[in-house]
Nanobody, 116 residues
Framework: QVQLVESGGGLVQAGGSLRLSCAAS???????MGWYHQAPGKQREYVAS???????NYAESVTGRFTISRDNAKRTVYLQMNSLQPEDTSVYYC???????????WGRGTQVTVSS
């Protein structure tokens, strides 16, 4: 059974940092991994992604503040979030793409709340 489990969310003051983790389990080979976020009443939005080879891409709103990384041996993707602002408050979802397919698996989300 495929599972993606996020951790590391929480409450932080503006200017602070959080590190999210997402561990994938199950019998599938992973291609790209990444993060989206969804604020209340809004659509899910792209945050960052990383290929199996380590190439990264970021949304403009987080470039220079967030860093995505992964540990392929641990099947885990990370999101280091620095200089957090209240507008970063959202539920953050990780995903993992099954290699050689159009299948994308999602985690259940972790809440990030940034107070001003």
């Amino acid at each position: 059974q495929v599972q993606l489990v996020e951790s590391g969310g929480g409450l932080v003051q503006a200017g602070g940092s959080l590190r999210l983790s997402c561990a994938a389990s199950g019998s599938f080979s992973i291609n790209d991994m990444g993060w989206y976020h969804q604020a209340p009443g809004k659509q899910r939005e792209y945050v960052a992604s990383i290929t199996s080879g380590g190439s990264t891409n970021y949304a403009e709103s987080v470039t220079g503040r967030f860093t995505i990384s992964r540990d392929n041996a641990k099947r885990t993707v990370y999101l280091q979030m620095n200089s957090l602002q209240p507008e970063d408050t959202s539920v953050y979802y990780c995903y993992a793409d099954r290699i050689a397919s159009f299948v994308r698996y999602w985690g259940r989300g972790t809440q990030v709340t940034v107070s001003s």
